[in-house]
Antibody
């Protein structure tokens, strides 16, 4: 059974940092891109970042570029989202999601985690 | 990275057919066959319904179908059911620096 489990969410002050983890199981982790998608309370989905199977291709939404960094540890089947210089508008439920096709970084996600809530507030 | 355009709401009666549109540009929807559609019930994670414009993952009923014409993609429900009431989001690949861009979402009401 494919599983993705996010952790590391919480309350942080503006300007602070947080690192989310996405632990996966049930599929060949090294073959697939993983993406981060967020959803602000009562709002729609926003693609945040994606990382290829080999970590050679990584991209970010303009709204987080320069502040967020995505990485992966293929030995631990885990992806990370390091979030720095956090702003109140970064408050959201952060999902990690698995790409549907082998190798490609295109965002089309067939499995999602349940999300990690990040709240940026003083 | 402009969001794709979806109608905020749609509705239909059980058994009816309903179509939700998703309009982008030649840089996203019109430029690639990498459109996907997601269903989201309240408090739940999104679920993939359609990928690569018109392909259904295993387990998704064939009453859900996808298509594309130019810069506009569409999701069609053939025979609405009560459990289809949910939010629906389209997404498209938009190039080497933007692996995905979403529409604003459409709230589907089954009357």
């Amino acid at each position: 059974e494919v599983q993705l489990v996010e952790s590391g969410g919480g309350l942080v002050q503006p300007g602070g940092s947080l690192r989310l983890s996405c632990a996966t199981s049930g599929f060949i982790f090294n073959d697939f891109a993983i993406h981060w998608v967020r959803q602000a309370p009562g709002k729609g989905l926003e693609w945040v970042s994606g990382i290829s199977w080999s970590s050679t291709s990584i991209a970010y939404a303009d709204s987080v570029k320069g502040r967020f960094t995505t990485s992966r540890d293929n030995a631990k089947n885990t992806v990370y989202l390091q979030m720095n210089s956090l702003r109140p508008e970064d408050t959201a439920l952060y999902y990690c999601a698995k790409g549907i096709n082998i190798i490609t970084v295109v965002f089309m996600a067939d499995y999602w985690g349940q999300g990690a809530l990040v709240t940026v507030s003083s | 990275q402009s969001a794709l355009t979806q109608p905020p709401s749609a509705s239909g009666s059980p058994g009816q057919s309903v179509t939700i549109s998703c309009t982008g540009t030649s840089s996203d929807v019109g430029g690639y066959n990498y459109v996907s559609w997601y269903q989201q019930h309240p408090g739940k994670a999104p679920k993939l319904l359609i990928y690569e414009v018109d392909k259904r993952p295993s387990g998704v009923p064939d009453r859900f179908s996808g298509s594309k014409s130019g810069n506009t993609a569409s999701l069609t429900f053939s025979g609405l059911q009560a459990e289809d009431e949910a939010d629906y989001y389209c997404s498209s690949y938009a190039g080497t620096n933007t692996y995905g861009v979403f529409g604003g979402g459409t709230k589907l009401t089954v009357l």
